[in-house]
Nanobody, 127 residues
Framework: QVQLAESGGGLVQAGGSLRLSCGASGRTFSSYARGWFRQAPGKEREFVAA????????SYEDSVKGRFTISRDNAKNTVYLQMNSLKPEDTAVYYC????????????????????WGQGTQVTVSS
């Protein structure tokens, strides 16, 4: 079993930055591919960014490319989402996710491919 816990959300003005963290406990962290998703009120949970178990490969939703960066520190069992140039439309609850992966360099962008989820952290961007 893997337990995930997000932190780092908050209120920020448009153009500002936040860094989300997601700690993990349980199984071998380095065997898991990781992802970040978000869900705004009245909308479905959507993909934001993903990173392979090795950290070599990353993928991003088009609207965050060039603004957000996903990274991981296997020694700390933590994945990060650095969010720069934030926009009001980035306002949502952000969730981290994990899944066991046999592929070192594969990323996963479909929420149904993930087995473990955190409780979420609120990010609010004011205009």
């Amino acid at each position: 079993q893997v337990q995930l816990a997000e932190s780092g959300g908050g209120l920020v003005q448009a153009g500002g930055s936040l860094r989300l963290s997601c700690g993990a406990s349980g199984r071998t962290f380095s065997s898991y591919a990781r992802g970040w998703f978000r869900q705004a009120p009245g909308k479905e949970r959507e993909f934001v960014a993903a990173i392979s178990r090795s950290g070599e490969s990353t993928s991003y939703e088009d609207s965050v490319k060039g603004r957000f960066t996903i990274s991981r520190d296997n020694a700390k069992n933590t994945v990060y989402l650095q969010m720069n140039s934030l926009k009001p439309e980035d306002t949502a609850v952000y969730y981290c996710a994990a899944r066991l992966s046999t592929y070192y360099s594969r990323t996963y962008s479909n929420r149904r491919e993930y087995d473990y989820w955190g409780q979420g952290t609120q990010v609010t961007v004011s205009s």
